[in-house]
């Protein structure tokens, strides 16, 4: 296949993954932001009994990790993706089984909770594909409880020029940009940390990818 429709293919099951190759873009996704969840696990401030949403899950691994770190959390999920619901259930029988995780399929423009329910909202390599994140982040505050913590994991800016087909669909922050942006939709930002990942396979290219998670408190 020429470079350029292949790029163009991998963007769009990476916005969104369909169809056969959903399955594959899950793992290959498990692979390549092992690192970002991994610091993400790291600067989640989070107690027992708290309850918690991701938003854009991909294949689901990565809420077992957090449920062994940080025990009685009540998890909750929403992907737009209906294979990647159907994935993550798969993966997690034993968390949906307990009643600790409910998976749904939804946007994050229009979640499907009450207001005020979350302690905690993460989202993780999503940012990019929100074309007005004011809607998305207006969703997020009106769940989110008054002081509740919006945590966002993304490559930035100089990271995502280094993946071809990043150039497909993709918005591009800075840190400093996505910071601003949350400042003006109702969040103070209390935590960035930024770091470079160890190379990383991403998309048959071997690179050198920045991480940042990014911690947000709701005003108000
Ligand atoms: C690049 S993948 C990231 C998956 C996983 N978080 C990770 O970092 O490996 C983006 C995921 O977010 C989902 N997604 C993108 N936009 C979304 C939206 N507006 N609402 C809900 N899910 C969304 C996609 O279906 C996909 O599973």
Redesign the pocket.
Known sequence: MPIAPFYRLMASQ?????GLLARL??RK??E??AN??RLMLDNFQLQAGQRVL??????G??FADLAAKTAGLWLWG????PE?VREAARNNPDLIQRGSLQVTQ????RLPYASGMFDAVY????I???QNPEA?LAEITRVLRPGGVFYT?FRPRESMQDMPFARYGFTHYSTGEWQGCLERHGFRVENVVQVQDPETKVGGINLRLQSVCMAARKLG
């Open positions: 990476l916005r969104r993954p369909s873009t899950g996704m498990n390549s932001n970002m969840y991701e938003i854009g899950f991909g294949n691994k990565f929403i992907d737009f993706s990647m939804g946007s994050s423009d989202a993780c390599n999503v990019y594909f929100w998305h994991g």
